[in-house]
């Protein structure tokens, strides 16, 4: 079992910038590409971002491309998702998730964190 938990979602007016964190439980987090989906009201869960084992090979939707930045701490057990200019179809509860899988489907990721709220405004 991998337990993450999401931190550092708020309030930000478009074209702001934040700083997601997600903390994994222990060092077994290492053994796991890292994603991030998003999961805006009444939509389905949309897939961010991921990054490999090695946190040095990410992979961007295009809704996303050239204003976010994934990366991963391995030492520290900590995956991030750095969002900038950020727009009011930002707006989501951000979920950090750990896969064996390469993988941008929701439905095959193997540990979900419980999600924290980001809110663009204009």
């Known amino acids: 079992q991998v337990q993450l938990v999401e931190s550092g979602g708020g309030l930000v007016q478009a074209g702001g910038s934040l700083r997601l964190a997600c903390a994994a439980s222990?060092?077994?987090?290492?053994?796991?590409?890292l994603a991030w989906f998003r999961q805006a009201p009444g939509k389905e869960r949309q897939f961010v971002a991921i990054?490999?084992?090695?946190?040095?090979?990410?992979l961007y939707a295009d809704s996303v491309k050239g204003r976010v930045t994934i990366s991963r701490d391995n030492a520290k057990n900590t995956g991030y998702l750095e969002m900038n200019n950020l727009k009011i179809e930002d707006t989501a509860v951000y979920h950090c998730?750990?896969?064996?899988?390469?993988?941008?489907?929701?439905?095959?990721?193997?540990?979900w964190g419980q999600g924290t709220q980001v809110t663009v405004s204009s």
């Open positions: 990054v490999n084992i090695g946190g040095d090979s990410p």
């Open positions: 998730a750990a896969t064996r899988s390469w993988t941008t489907r929701n439905d095959l990721i193997d540990y």
């Open positions: 222990d060092r077994t987090f290492r053994y796991y590409n």
